[in-house]
């Protein structure tokens, strides 16, 4: 490759990396706005602090993001409104997918969608028994020690992953990372009582139209998990290929 070549490759990959980064901290404002600082930022971004504060004056400048007299971040006027659609026409498609799931399994159904390094809560399917798994529609959730977190790192890149990862000891990263070949081999994750005991699920995780990382994903009492986990896996095996992952 001649040099001026090279320098246009290494301009454009420059180029998406400040879009990927700028992108992700949209993502982590969106999730919690008007609550976080620059340090908060910079350390969910893994940024040092003087790339994490050129980012954000940057999304400033532009309008993308504001900054009140505390530093704390909030999406800027220009982004206002936009996409606030968005979770209710996802809930929308997958509807019929995750009624599906849930005949399927008689057991609750969540879908929840990636907002920076949390899951963020869009729809849910309430199972009839009286013991069950239930969480708000509108909560988000972390993305270590979730079933519909673990399926949604590996979606993403290493790059991405590690990100989320890098908030973890260097034995507990690995051990995910293990996890996370494993989920992108057999596509399913689980969460044996690690976010709440007592309570199992397990996930399915793929992009959708609009590049929209979406899990969805079935807990359940513990007990009853294992009774099901094979009826569960191939619920969501079959959900894996529903038409609603590339539905416009």
Do not use: C
Request: net charge neutral; proline share 4%.
């Amino acid at each position: 490759m001649a040099p001026t070549e090279r320098k246009k490759s290494a301009n454009r990959d420059e180029g998406i990396q400040v879009l990927r980064r700028a992108a992700a901290a949209l993502d982590e404002i969106a999730a919690e706005p008007g609550l976080l600082r620059l340090v908060d930022l910079g350390e969910r971004l893994g940024l040092a602090k003087s790339t994490a504060r050129r980012l954000l004056v940057g999304l400033v400048e532009v309008g993308l993001v504001s900054v009140d007299a505390n530093g704390r971040y909030s999406l800027g006027e220009r982004l206002l409104g936009f996409g606030s659609g968005t979770g209710a026409h996802l809930a929308a498609v997958f509807r019929p997918t995750i009624e599906r799931v849930s005949a399927d399994t008689d057991e609750t159904v969540d879908l929840s969608v990636l907002r920076g390094q949390r899951m963020w809560f869009i729809d849910q399917i309430e199972s009839a028994h009286r013991l069950r798994a239930v969480s708000a529609v509108g909560v988000r959730f972390p993305l270590i020690g979730t079933a519909n977190g673990k399926a949604a790192l590996a979606v993403l890149d290493d790059e991405d992953a590690d990100v989320a990862l890098s908030q973890l000891s260097p034995r507990d990263a690995e051990t995910l990372r293990r996890e996370i070949d494993e989920i992108r081999s057999t596509g399913i994750a689980f969460d044996r009582d690690e976010h709440t005991p007592g309570i199992s699920a397990a996930a399915i995780a793929r992009r959708s139209i609009g590049d929209h990382v979406i899990a969805i994903s079935v807990p359940a009492p513990t007990d009853r998990f294992l009774q099901k986990e094979q009826r569960i896996v191939s619920a969501l095996r079959t959900a894996a290929e529903s038409p609603a992952w590339t539905a416009r």
